[in-house]
């Protein structure tokens, strides 16, 4: 009988054999200097690092085939990022002599090209499988609390990225909540702000041009250009207006940073709203003004209610949008994890970019799937349209 | 009682509305009728200031609109449009009771009020009351419409194309029952169609609208025989004619004494019906519920304009 090949399974096993066969890991006498690289068969004693190199290139090969049903290869997706996640953990322990605190073993361009590999394949099988709300929400705790349990347990302890944490996990915690306050902070900002405006330029058409042309003007000010205006303006307004230093005003900080959080925000968010608003059925809000509603009872009761999964579709691509953004915050000491990117950067120390690189990952992964899944709890009803 | 006095609507330079005068008594049916862009709808919106008028007045029972807010105007004048204009975000009970709750009526009293028009309109309260808008057929949506419309118990209702959306059998049917409500609640009706068939069915008086001026303005039996203008026998249609006169009149007016075989036909059936009745079954006269027959040539006699101005 003839098997069918699945196109997306011999991509994914490219992606994975390629890792199998490049370095998994680096091995660095400090944490500066470049290290060796060493693959997976050769990173862990020997049985081991074959069985697991084996068992991966065999998942990888025979998710060739078209026969999989999607939630087998859902599942043993899931167990091959666990396993490959667990391995560099093992390599790292087993690699590091005893008592050096200055070896690092970091991740090498093999384990991310098999992190990719089966994260595509999960990705793949999960977009295949129509789950319902509450499973996909079970689904992101889980995930969630998998991660915690795996950091928790001390499994991944002896990996740099770990051991660079390890050397900072104060400051970790308070730039974490830095970086959440940056990206929470200047979404809140936009909402109140933005909300406001969207309906102003809903009610005056005449001012939507203008409006929404200076706002995409600002959208395209790269982030860079942005705070090198910035700096001197708000520098001169610290210094010479009273008050305003006291108020928090300052060139470089956290001030600037959330002003330019705050202005890239604006554009979705007001632009979303009239979407949003110019969407519901004109026949519903006619309606509504020939019952005796009042405006702002009209927009309370009928318009902003219908709006809402398009409104939330702004939070969303905002939330996201400054999860990233706020990196940059780090460059003008406005804190969050950028910090570390950017401390990284200038040690040359890849290890400590990881560390402000990938919680702002999985921040921006994990606010982007709840909020899809909002959308979609709340998208439920038809919009405005012929009920 | 509605009196629109001098009403004009201008749009840049151009006049939607030009002049129109009306009155509508108190309990009666007003249809407005016209093509597309003959001003029907504006004329029909400037009663409720849902459109200001450029000039002139209107006055229910003797009172200025002018001088109302607008939204309290309108939460006293029943409105209904075409397409129904649910809130498709609530349900059933609370579409019905948006015009009590603006109102500050209690929550029982609006409770009561929404089974009420549930059960006036052949909804099953318990089955409907929690519905989405969604859920419903589109009869029943349109139903839920009017409902709404009636809910605080409104003297005048202004309807535009409410039957526009619906299938002619489900039309039919609606028509029958707005006008029975109406007459059961004695509501002061102004509706707008471009269907002159639905203005005769339904209307005690017709206005025909035509480029913002009022062409005509009378009962369906003057508007059918004596047309103001070649614009209004356009609209009537010349094959239609006859049967449209037919149809406003029951076949109790012109019982006759006499014996005649077959099927009894009801005494609030309409002359057209009667008609129909003797070409299909191939009779010439038709026994009348009650007693007495109603005779294909006196039905002949009514379907001719010179019969009705002789009378």
């Known amino acids: 009988m003839a098997f069918r090949i699945s196109r997306t399974g011999l991509l994914f096993a490219l992606i994975g054999l390629a890792g199998l066969v490049l370095p998994f890991v680096q091995f660095k006498p400090n944490r500066i200097v470049p290290g060796e690289g060493l693959r997976l068969f050769e990173a862990l004693s020997l049985p081991l690092g074959w069985i697991i190199g084996l068992v991966l290139g065999a998942v990888l090969i025979a998710g060739c085939l078209e026969r999989w049903p999607a939630k087998l290869r859902l599942t043993v997706a899931l167990l091959a990022v666990i396993a490959v996640t667990l391995a560099l953990g093992a390599a790292a322990t087993q690699l590091t002599p005893p008592d050096n605190t200055l070896a690092r073993v970091s991740p090498a361009s093999g384990l991310w090209l098999l992190l990719l590999a089966f994260t595509l394949m999960l990705a793949d099988a999960q977009s295949r499988i129509t789950l319902g709300l509450p499973i996909r929400l079970a689904m992101l705790t889980g995930a969630m609390v998998l991660i915690a349990v795996i950091l928790g347990s001390g499994a991944l302890d002896g990996v740099s990225v770990m051991r660079e944490y390890a050397a900072r996990s104060d400051l970790f915690a308070r730039e974490a909540v830095g970086h959440l306050a940056l990206a929470f902070g200047s979404l809140g900002l936009a909402l109140l702000i933005g909300l406001p405006l969207g309906v102003a330029i809903y009610e005056s058409p005449a001012m939507r041009r203008p409006v929404l042309g200076i706002l995409n003007i600002l959208q395209t000010i790269p982030s860079l250009a942005l705070f090198g205006i910035m700096i001197p303006i708000f520098g001169w307004i610290a210094a010479n207006i009273p008050g305003a230093a006291q108020a928090g005003v300052a060139g470089i900080g956290l001030f600037p940073a959330m002003v330019a959080l705050f202005l890239y925000s604006l554009l979705p968010v007001v632009s979303n709203t009239l979407t949003g608003l110019t969407g519901v059925n004109p026949a519903t809000r006619e309606a509504a003004a020939g019952l005796g509603m009042t405006r702002p009872q009209i927009l309370v009761q009928v318009l902003i209610p219908l709006a809402l999964p398009v409104l939330l579709a702004a939070i969303r691509i905002v939330l996201v949008q400054n999860i990233g953004l706020a990196v940059i915050a780090g460059l003008i000491g406005g804190g969050g994890f950028g910090t570390f990117v950017f401390q990284g950067l200038n040690q040359t120390a890849m290890d400590l970019v990881l560390l402000g690189a990938l919680p702002t990952i999985a921040l921006a992964l994990v606010a982007g799937i709840a909020l899809d899944l909002l959308v979609e709890a709340t998208g439920g009803r038809p919009k405005g349209g012929q009920a | ?311």
Request: net charge negative.
């Open chain 2, 1 to 311: 009682m509605i009196e629109i006095q001098n009403l004009t609507r201008i749009y840049g330079t151009t006049a939607v509305v030009k002049d129109v005068s009306l009155t509508v008594e108190t309990g009666q049916i007003a249809a407005l009728v016209g093509t597309s862009g003959s001003g029907k709808t504006t004329l029909l919106r400037m009663i409720n200031r849902l459109v200001e008028p450029s000039a002139g007045r209107v006055l229910i029972d003797g009172k200025d609109t002018a001088e109302i807010e607008p939204h309290l105007l309108r939460r006293q004048i029943g409105y209904a449009i075409q397409g129904h204009g649910l809130f498709p975000h609530r349900t059933v009970a609370q579409n019905i009771s948006t015009v009590p709750r603006l109102l500050g009526w209690t929550q029982d009293q609006h409770r009561a009020r929404v089974d009420e028009l549930l059960e006036l309109f052949q909804m099953e309260p318990a089955d409907f009351r929690d519905r989405m808008p969604h859920e419903l057929s589109g009869g029943q949506q349109q139903r839920v419409g009017v409902a709404r419309a009636l809910a605080a118990r409104p003297d005048l209702l202004l309807m535009d194309e409410p039957f526009g959306a619906l299938d002619p059998v489900i039309r039919a049917k609606a028509q029958q029952d707005l006008r029975d409500i109406q007459r059961q609640l004695g509501t002061t009706l102004i509706i707008v169609t471009h269907d002159m068939e639905e203005a005769v069915t339904l209307g005690d008086r017709i206005a025909v609208m035509d480029k913002g001026e009022l062409l005509q303005y009378g009962p369906p039996s003057e508007i059918l025989t004596t047309p103001a203008t070649s614009f209004v026998s356009d609209l009537i249609g010349t094959g239609d004619r006859p049967f449209r006169l037919l149809s406003l009149t029951p076949v109790a007016e012109i019982i006759a004494e006499g014996q005649a075989e077959g099927a009894e036909i009801p005494r609030e059936a309409s002359l057209r019906d009667a008609l129909a009745e003797c070409l299909w079954s191939g009779r010439d006269r038709l026994p009348v519920e009650g007693g007495g027959i109603v005779t294909l040539d006196s039905l002949r006699a009514q379907a001719a304009p010179t019969a009705r101005a002789a009378e």
